[in-house]
């Protein structure tokens, strides 16, 4: 298991913030993540519950909440949270993004395409060129070529975003493929990456 002391060490001092403090909303969010860096879905999303229970101002922020709808095909509500987010965050595209992959799993990818919501100035040169795939108006090797110049990062990023588009797709050799590349060959400090680990175990591509 990836890191799994530090996961479990993390998980141990979350939980002993909130024994102590049990109306702060950033100590279930924190533990939230680490729950759901663990894989543990549902407990991340009762963790994120929780933190908008205290503080429902929380609610728009909460990116995290989303991508656990999604691994608990909360379809719906994943694509609801995303939207939500995108009011406080409009030139974000991996929130654009997650939305197209939850109404892609939910309705269709034809209706996913339809309902893609517009991003013109993310800064992140290789996410501008993700969305370009997901709306249509590059190829994959655009992607990775982006990916290739910008380093681990870039490198990281693309093969995660061409994984997940091959998933919805259902390519899921493809799929298999480049999410795998993204984990076991592009290592960075990020969530996403953790969010790449876990796909791999949900999926047993490990």
């Known amino acids: 298991?990836?890191?799994s002391n530090s996961l479990?060490?993390?998980l141990q001092r979350w939980n002993e913030t909130i024994r102590n403090q049990p109306k702060n909303p950033n100590a279930y969010i924190r533990r939230g993540m680490v729950n759901f860096?663990?894989?543990k879905i549902d407990?991340?999303?009762q963790d994120f519950d929780m933190a908008e229970q205290l503080d429902e101002r929380i609610k728009t922020y909460l990116w995290q909440r989303g991508l656990s709808y999604y691994y608990a095909e909360r379809f719906a509500e994943g694509a609801e949270q995303f939207e939500i987010d995108l009011t406080v965050n409009a030139q974000d595209v991996e929130e654009t993004v997650w939305r197209y992959l939850c109404i892609a799993r939910?309705?269709?990818v034809e209706e996913a395409r339809n309902s893609l919501l517009t991003v013109k100035n993310?800064?992140?040169r290789i996410m501008q060129r993700v969305y370009d795939l997901y709306s249509g108006n590059c190829t994959p090797d655009d992607v990775l070529t982006v990916g290739q110049s910008e380093g681990i990062k870039g490198n990281f990023y693309s093969h995660l975003y061409l994984g997940l588009y091959y998933e919805v797709e259902n390519n899921?050799?493809?799929a298999q493929e480049y999410i795998v590349k993204a984990a076991d060959n592009y290592k960075i400090d990020d969530y996403m990456w953790y969010l790449a680990q876990v796909h791999k175990i949900l999926r047993g591509w490990i």
Do not use: C, H, K, T
């Open 8 to 10: 479990e060490n993390q």
């Open 37 to 39: 860096q663990m894989a």
């Open 172 to 174: 899921i050799g493809l």
């Open 1 to 3: 298991m990836f890191f």
């Open 43 to 45: 407990e991340s999303i």
């Open 122 to 124: 993310d800064p992140r």
């Open 106 to 108: 939910s309705l269709g």
